[in-house]
């Protein structure tokens, strides 16, 4: 026994027993450091604030509003066609919207349009267009670009409108309704409809 602790005490097995210490001190600190490194951090989208299930867009809000913003659109519209003021719209006066849209049609094409439009509208086969056949019309996409979605084709010819005679055919509320429901993807807006735009809902 003596032998042996006078072993343990030599010089030699207490370097032994600190290298060993020191490896082992060495291997912790090591394995805690990796440990930390490698602990998953969370990511940028976990931290993000996620939207309440139940979250409703404002373009799904204002689409109440669409028959209410079309049925003001329509009544503005008929009026300032409405030139002499009788309460339906005559070939002439039909004829006169088509050539403002239109400015490089021929007659012969103007006739044409008015014709198709009277043979397809003018339901009761009076001769003239009463507002009740005007808004079939609008509803069916044959009033202005039967290319585009309806609600855009409200849109643009209201700041046409705007801009060529200053005449607003819908609120300015109802317009900033209208826009916040468009989806312009694919669509070649010219920059110019947004300085329209501004300068309605300023006035």
């Known amino acids: 026994l003596a032998d042996s602790a006078k072993m343990v005490a030599t010089p030699s ?23 930390v ?11 993000r604030p996620s939207l309440p299930s139940a979250c409703v867009s404002m373009a ?6 669409w028959p209410e913003i079309v049925k003001a659109y329509v009544t503005s519209k008929f009026s300032a066609i ?15 919207l088509y050539r403002s849209m239109m400015p ?11 014709a198709a439009f009277f043979a397809k509208f003018d339901a009761d ?15 069916s996409n044959q009033l202005l ?4 979605r309806l609600k855009e084709q409200v849109y643009m010819d209201v700041l046409n409108t705007f801009k060529a005679s200053g005449d ?6 109802a317009l900033s309704s209208l826009e916040a429901q468009l989806d312009w993807e694919g669509s070649n807006l010219p920059l110019e409809y947004m300085a329209i735009m501004q300068a309605f809902l300023k006035q």
């Open 104 to 114: 490089k049609a021929s007659d012969e094409d103007i006739e044409g349009y008015i």
């Open 13 to 35: 097995v207490v370097r032994c027993w600190a290298a060993l210490a020191a490896a082992a001190c060495f291997c912790a600190q090591a394995s805690a450091a990796a440990r």
């Open 60 to 65: 799904e809000v204002d689409e109440t509003r």
């Open 82 to 96: 409405d030139l002499d003021r009788s309460g339906e719209v005559d070939r002439e006066e039909l004829g006169s």
């Open 37 to 47: 490194h490698i602990r998953p951090q969370p990511s940028a989208l976990a931290r």
């Open 168 to 173: 607003k055919l819908i609120t300015a509320k």
């Open 125 to 139: 086969d009076s001769g003239d267009i009463d507002e009740g056949e005007f808004r079939q019309a609008v509803l």
């Open 145 to 148: 670009n039967s290319d585009m």
